[in-house]
């Protein structure tokens, strides 16, 4: 079975702090998202990188950078936090599609963040 | 516009009952495909099933399958005989594009429907 990590389910931390969330697959997937989940709003693509050191951006961006210097690892960097950043954050990985449309995509458990 | 809509916030079925839930999508691509993921309270995120675009035929999974109508861009979850342990969110999502491109990997997602199993 495919195992995404994600390195904590609960996360306070204050304002104008920098924040990490870690994410790690096992079962050597190229693709690597990253979503924030508010209520109403359904899942929010932030970043996704398909391959190491490579990322693009999704939906939502801002106030939010990403690392993946090895396959397996998809980092969330907030440079600043702020109280709007209060979210659920998860993680998914996939591999390439190339001609597999049915490839979907797999998550982590999930981080629910808290800014003060 | 919305390219996922789940029309039906909340939903509350009777144990055993058969339950639909809407997804409505707008693309214009030829070539896409789709899937409903399960989000119980636990918020793990767990694949229930997929429709391509060129797919004949309806998808089914077990008790879950897809009513899936091109024309009308609709593709609706159905699970048969609902359990207690259905109770969950359900998103609905899409993928756009052929699969040979990068980029195409990422799925858009609905709000979601929030299904309630009652005893």
């Known amino acids: 079975d495919v195992k995404v990590t994600q390195s904590s389910r609960y996360l306070v931390k204050r304002t104008g702090e920098k924040v990490f969330l870690e994410c790690v697959q096992d079962m050597d997937h190229e693709n690597m998202f990253w979503y924030r989940q508010d209520p109403g709003l359904g899942l929010r693509l932030i970043y996704f990188s398909y391959d190491v050191k490579m990322k693009e951006k999704g939906d939502i961006p801002e106030g939010y950078s990403v690392s993946r210097e090895k396959k397996e690892r998809f980092s969330l960097i907030l440079e600043s936090a702020s109280t709007n950043q209060t979210s659920m954050y998860l993680c998914?990985?996939?591999?390439?599609?190339?001609?597999?449309?049915?490839?979907?995509?797999?998550f982590g458990d999930g981080t629910r963040l808290s800014i003060l | 516009a919305q390219k996922i809509t789940q029309t039906q916030p909340g939903m509350f079925v009777q144990e055993k009952e058969a339950v639909t839930l809407d997804c409505t999508y707008d693309t214009s691509d030829q070539s896409y495909g789709l899937f409903w993921y399960k989000q119980p309270s636990s918020g793990e995120m767990i694949f229930l099933i997929y429709q391509g675009s060129y797919d004949e035929q309806n998808a089914t999974e077990g008790r879950y399958s897809l009513n899936f109508q091109k024309a009308r861009k609709s593709a609706n979850l159905v699970i048969s005989a609902s359990q207690l342990g259905d109770s969950a969110m359900y998103f609905c999502?899409?993928?756009?594009?052929?699969?040979?491109?990068?980029?195409?990997?990422?799925?858009?997602f609905g709000t979601g429907t929030r299904l309630t199993i009652i005893p």
């Open positions: 999502a899409m993928r756009e594009g052929p699969g040979t491109n990068f980029g195409n990997e990422k799925l858009t």
């Open positions: 998914a990985s996939s591999p390439d599609i190339l001609g597999r449309g049915n490839q979907p995509q797999h």
